[in-house]
């Protein structure tokens, strides 16, 4: 154009109608097969024929407008004020777009969905802020804008007060009478495109300054988007469904990647189409550990809860109508209708979870004789999930002759948590009633498109901050020597009855019972590792956030951050819970950053910085209109993980209930009871004693000195002689008798006893006297009784100590 002005008054229009079959079909048919919108389509044919016309040049960015009306909060209504809230965008498809119609309508639709709140923040930073101003700069001035009106069906109903003359306001056109602009007003871009729909006929409109060059050009390109847009339209319609990559925004996705999930990882899921894929998107870190630790040993994490299920208006339970209800939470909750498939995605994730349109899974509904026999039949050992491309739940009901009903839920803390189990079986409730109305749940995927938005290094700086220095934490095993059989999984309810004394301590103290929780687990694990500081992991949830329905969605809305904890002696209970609460609060805005990035930060990757875990769940209020149907917990909720021991704890209006979880292989029922004993004890002491320092606290509870009065009850009769002498007797009459039987070595009694002779000498000579103290510290080996001997033999002390204890215990 040289220095010709780009006025209005110097503007040509030009344009086409397309038909009332073809507008039919834009309008809803042509968008099923790759789910676009109509501006998608409009764009698309208009940018190919560009393309086919304009061979010499590249493809220019579209500049789209929008109507800017989205609310960007929920409390914000726009529908009816009056105002001007246009945004304009720019759409870019790139050399790509000449390669197919088809092809070209994907890249719009995915560079239309790519720019963020229909583009109201582009705009107003391109316009209203200087560092938008320079960074956009290159984007004027603009080729070509935009603007799909719409339809107005309202002003074409008969007896409408309102009817268009002519031109729809918002249609491009020149400065001609009736124009809302003069012609000496500048246009905003070389090309200003319209499309509306009226009365049945799509009008597609082109303005443009009759001076440019290639005039006859910019003809056959209008003539040829009306070819475009027909073929397009057709073609469109008739097509299989197929994704794009804007279907899975949160998934980094090529369309390589797309084609291999589509036809390789679907597939060897066993979903025979992508057409049945409702939506895919990343794991969040939590689920990525669990379903690495689940690879590991399908036991864990496989949860399922017993139930028996009641009505308050005592009718007998319809089994039928239960299990329809357990279907429509299915269909409800996007999250039971996930599967877990080998990730496609560029990003640092093992898996993708897939969201299915549709699944069938039936509900098992059994009949028994007895409410015993019932109960036996559901507490049979948990399903273990080996493929996690399969749906990782299973709802079970039994009934008894006399009309009880039971259920149990299998289900992998993969697509839960502790308040997912509260949501589902108040949802159930609520759908047995026919409460829980149509459509769908609150979505996961709002969860990790938050974290996917959060930054990672801040968070692992703090993490490495707080985390310096310290050594791994591990409850020691006490087994009391007996060898399990196979690993199971054990609970022992703790009970704790003064929970309204505590809560109010807490409030006195500006804490929260979560902290003295802490603070007397810290103080169990004080006693149990000799260590004065401690370190164990706490579940964190972040439900209280602003995320979409995120305090309804059914997944797991959880982390689990450590917890370090330093119990001087000196220190009072009441100093732990405020540095507790003070270590929470500081951590919270980094609570979602994944334990295995901080460990690897840490480079403590290849050793557990804890293996104890404690979990606080608040359990949801009681509705005020609540359900007609009931489920009673039979017994706490089997909830394998990988830590050594667990305390979980639920806590309603009124009560408490405190279970320590613990495998088979790490306590015996026994010691369990012992620590169950210590910890209460270590509530009770935060309650009674929370101000005195730790040194002087008694941490010995009432099931402890019954045990000792039972050790005690009876004297052993007292024998004379010293252990070392008594061996002496042995190594005499059974000298070659086997005495110590080790991986390393085996030992006769006489060889023994000539081993710690020697030693004894030795260790004589180098100065070790009658009643010394010596230490000893070996790791499992027949050389470490060998040493215990010979200390004895030389009239000292053997005091044992283990090397797996931190250095700070064994320094002490």
Same mark, same amino acid.
């Given at each position: 154009?040289?220095?010709t002005?780009?006025?209005?008054? #110097?503007?040509?229009?030009?344009g086409?109608?397309i038909? =009332?079959?073809q507008?039919?079909?834009?309008? @809803?048919?042509?968008?099923?097969?790759?789910?676009?919108?109509?501006?998608?389509v409009?764009?698309?044919?208009?940018?190919?024929?560009?393309?086919?016309?304009?061979?010499?040049?590249?493809?220019?960015?579209v500049?789209?407008?929008?109507?800017?009306?989205?609310? +960007?909060?929920?409390?914000?209504?726009?529908?009816?004020?009056?105002?001007?809230?246009?945004?304009?965008?720019?759409?870019?498809?790139?050399?790509?777009?000449?390669?197919?119609?088809?092809?070209?309508?994907?890249?719009? &639709?995915?560079?239309?969905?790519?720019?963020?709140?229909?583009? %109201?923040?582009?705009?107003?930073s391109?316009?209203?802020?200087e560092?938008?101003?320079?960074?956009?700069?290159?984007? +004027?001035?603009?080729?070509?804008?935009?603007?799909?009106?719409g339809?107005? #069906?309202?002003?074409?109903?008969?007896?409408?007060l309102?009817?268009?003359?002519?031109?729809?306001?918002?249609e491009?056109?020149g400065?001609?009478?009736? *124009?809302?602009?003069?012609?000496?007003?500048t246009?905003?871009?070389?090309?200003?495109?319209?499309?509306?729909?009226?009365?049945?006929?799509?009008?597609?409109?082109?303005?443009?300054?009759?001076?440019?060059?290639? #005039?006859?050009?910019?003809?056959? +390109?209008?003539a040829?988007?009306?070819h475009?847009?027909?073929t397009?339209?057709e073609?469109?319609?008739?097509?299989?469904?197929?994704?794009?990559?804007?279907?899975?925004?949160?998934?980094?996705?090529?369309?390589?990647?797309?084609?291999?999930?589509?036809?390789?990882?679907?597939?060897q899921?066993?979903?025979?189409?992508?057409?049945?894929?409702?939506?895919?998107?990343?794991?969040?870190?939590m689920?990525?550990?669990?379903?690495?630790?689940?690879?590991?040993?399908?036991?864990?994490?496989?949860?399922?809860?017993?139930?028996?299920?009641k009505?308050?208006s005592?009718?007998?339970?319809? /089994?039928? &109508?239960?299990?329809?209800?357990?279907?429509?939470?299915?269909?409800y909750?996007?999250?039971?209708?996930?599967?877990?498939?080998? @990730?496609? *995605?560029?990003?640092?994730?093992?898996?993708?979870?897939?969201?299915? %349109?549709? /699944?069938?899974?039936?509900?098992?509904?059994?009949?028994k004789?007895?409410?015993?026999?019932?109960?036996?039949?559901?507490?049979? =050992?948990?399903?273990?999930?080996?493929?996690?491309?399969?749906?990782?739940?299973?709802?079970?009901?039994?009934? !008894?002759?006399?009309g009880?009903?039971?259920?149990?839920?299998?289900?992998?803390?993969?697509?839960?948590d502790?308040?997912s189990?509260s949501?589902?079986?108040?949802?159930?409730?609520m759908?047995?009633?026919?409460?829980?109305?149509?459509?769908e749940?609150?979505?996961?995927?709002?969860?990790?498109?938050?974290?996917?938005?959060q930054?990672?290094?801040?968070?692992?700086?703090?993490?490495?901050?707080?985390?310096?220095?310290?050594?791994?934490?591990?409850?020691?095993?006490?087994?009391?020597?007996?060898?399990?059989?196979?690993?199971?999984?054990?609970?022992?309810?703790?009970?704790?009855?003064?929970?309204?004394?505590?809560?109010?301590?807490?409030?006195d103290?500006?804490? !929260?019972?979560?902290?003295?929780?802490?603070a007397?687990?810290?103080?169990?694990?004080?006693?149990?590792?000799?260590?004065?500081?401690?370190?164990?992991?706490?579940?964190?949830?972040?439900?209280?956030?602003?995320?979409?329905?995120?305090?309804?969605?059914?997944?797991?809305?959880?982390?689990?951050?450590?917890?370090?904890?330093?119990?001087?002696?000196?220190?009072?209970?009441?100093?732990?819970?405020?540095?507790?609460?003070?270590?929470?609060?500081?951590?919270?805005?980094?609570r979602?950053?994944?334990? *295995?990035?901080?460990?690897?930060?840490?480079?403590?990757?290849?050793?557990?910085?804890f293996? !104890?875990?404690?979990?606080?769940r608040?359990?949801l209020?009681t509705?005020?209109?609540?359900?007609?149907?009931?489920?009673?917990?039979?017994?706490?909720?089997?909830?394998?993980?990988?830590?050594?021991?667990?305390?979980?704890?639920?806590?309603?209006?009124?009560?408490?209930?405190?279970?320590? $979880?613990?495998?088979?292989?790490?306590?015996?029922?026994?010691?369990?009871?012992?620590v169950?004993?210590?910890?209460?004890?270590?509530?009770?002491?935060?309650?009674?004693?929370?101000?005195?320092?730790?040194?002087?606290?008694?941490?010995?509870?009432?099931?402890?000195?019954?045990?000792?009065?039972?050790?005690?009850?009876? $004297? =052993?009769?007292? /024998?004379? @002689?010293?252990?070392?002498d008594?061996?002496?007797?042995?190594?005499?009459?059974?000298?070659?008798?086997p005495?110590?039987?080790?991986?390393?070595?085996?030992?006769?009694?006489?060889?023994?006893?000539?081993?710690?002779?020697?030693?004894?000498?030795?260790i004589?000579?180098?100065?070790?006297?009658?009643?010394?103290f010596?230490?000893?510290?070996?790791? &499992?080996?027949?050389?470490?009784?060998? *040493?215990?001997?010979?200390i004895?033999?030389a009239?000292?002390?053997?005091?044992?100590?283990?090397p797996?204890? =931190?250095?700070t215990?064994?320094?002490?």
């Open positions: 154009m040289g220095d002005p780009n006025v209005y008054g #110097q503007m040509a229009r030009e086409f109608e038909g =009332p079959q507008t039919s079909l834009l309008l @809803s048919k042509c968008h099923e097969s790759l789910r676009t919108e109509i501006p998608d409009l764009m698309a044919a208009m940018i190919f024929s560009f393309g086919q016309t304009f061979t010499d040049r590249p493809i220019p960015a500049f789209a407008e929008g109507h800017g009306r989205e609310p +960007w909060d929920a409390s914000i209504d726009l529908s009816n004020v009056v105002g001007w809230f246009t945004t304009i965008y720019p759409v870019f498809s790139g050399a790509e777009a000449q390669s197919s119609l088809v092809e070209t309508v994907k890249l719009v &639709k995915d560079g239309r969905r790519k720019v963020p709140d229909s583009g %109201r923040p582009y705009f107003a391109r316009w209203l802020t560092a938008g101003d320079k960074a956009f700069s290159r984007h +004027w001035p603009l080729e070509i804008t935009f603007n799909y009106l339809q107005y #069906q309202q002003l074409e109903r008969e007896g409408a309102f009817t268009p003359v002519s031109d729809i306001a918002g491009v056109k400065a001609t009478d009736g *124009a809302d602009v003069g012609p000496l007003t246009c905003i871009s070389l090309f200003e495109v319209s499309a509306v729909i009226i009365k049945g006929h799509l009008r597609f409109s082109f303005v443009f300054n009759q001076n440019m060059n290639h #005039q006859a050009e910019i003809r056959q +390109w209008i040829s988007c009306q475009s847009l027909g397009l339209i073609s469109l319609s008739v097509m299989s469904p197929e994704p794009t990559l804007s279907d899975f925004p949160l998934l980094s996705l090529t369309y390589d990647r797309l084609r291999l999930l589509a036809e390789e990882k679907l597939p899921a066993g979903v025979g189409s992508i057409a049945l894929v409702e939506d895919a998107y990343p794991c969040s870190p689920q990525s550990g669990l379903l690495i630790s689940t690879t590991k040993n399908s036991a864990f994490y496989a949860a399922y809860t017993l139930h028996e299920v009505s308050r005592g009718l007998p339970v319809d /089994v039928t &109508k239960l299990a329809n209800a357990w279907k429509r939470m299915i269909e909750h996007p999250m039971l209708r996930t599967i877990f498939v080998e @990730s496609v *995605a560029q990003q640092d994730s093992l898996y993708d979870q897939v969201v299915l %349109r549709e /699944v069938e899974f039936p509900v098992i509904v059994s009949e004789d007895t409410e015993e026999d019932a109960l036996a039949a559901l507490s049979a =050992p948990p399903l273990h999930q080996k493929d996690n491309s399969q749906l990782l739940h299973h709802f079970e009901v039994c009934t !008894t002759k006399s009880k009903a039971f259920c149990r839920l299998d289900i992998s803390h993969v697509i839960m502790g308040a189990l949501i589902l079986f108040r949802d159930l409730a759908a047995y009633d026919g409460s829980r109305g149509s459509g749940g609150p979505l996961y995927r709002n969860y990790i498109k938050h974290l996917q938005d930054a990672i290094q801040p968070g692992i700086d703090y993490w490495k901050s707080y985390l310096s220095g310290v050594e791994p934490c591990h409850f020691p095993v006490l087994d009391d020597g007996d060898v399990a059989e196979s690993k199971d999984l054990r609970y022992l309810r703790v009970k704790f009855g003064e929970l309204a004394e505590l809560q109010s301590l807490c409030d103290q500006g804490v !929260t019972i979560v902290n003295a929780i802490y007397a687990w810290a103080l169990t694990l004080r006693l149990y590792t000799a260590s004065a500081e401690v370190t164990f992991g706490y579940l964190t949830s972040a439900r209280d956030l602003e995320i979409q329905g995120i305090s309804d969605v059914v997944g797991p809305v959880i982390n689990i951050v450590p917890c370090r904890v330093n119990v001087d002696a000196s220190t009072t209970l009441g100093d732990i819970m405020s540095l507790v609460q003070t270590d929470y609060l500081d951590s919270l805005e980094y979602h950053i994944p334990l *295995a990035e901080v460990q690897h930060a840490l480079q403590l990757s290849d050793v557990a910085l293996n !104890t875990a404690v979990s606080y608040k359990l209020p509705l005020q209109n609540p359900p007609d149907l009931v489920f009673d917990e039979c017994r706490p909720t089997y909830d394998p993980d990988e830590y050594n021991v667990s305390v979980n704890i639920e806590a309603g209006e009124d009560e408490m209930a405190i279970d320590l $979880m613990y495998w088979s292989d790490t306590l015996s029922d026994g010691q369990a009871a012992n169950a004993s210590t910890f209460t004890r270590a509530l009770s002491n935060v309650l009674h004693y929370c101000n005195q320092p730790i040194a002087q606290l008694d941490h010995l509870g009432s099931w402890h000195h019954q045990q000792l009065c039972e050790w005690n009850g009876q $004297m =052993p009769e007292a /024998v004379e @002689s010293c252990l070392h008594l061996f002496k007797q042995q190594a005499v009459s059974r000298p070659d008798a005495a110590v039987a080790s991986w390393d070595m085996d030992f006769t009694y006489a060889e023994l006893d000539d081993a710690s002779t020697k030693l004894a000498h030795h004589i000579s180098l100065g070790v006297g009658v009643e010394d010596v230490l000893v510290c070996f790791d &499992k080996s027949a050389f470490a009784i060998v *040493a215990m001997l010979a004895l033999k009239g000292s002390v053997s005091v044992p100590l283990d797996a204890h =931190p250095d215990a064994l320094r002490l």
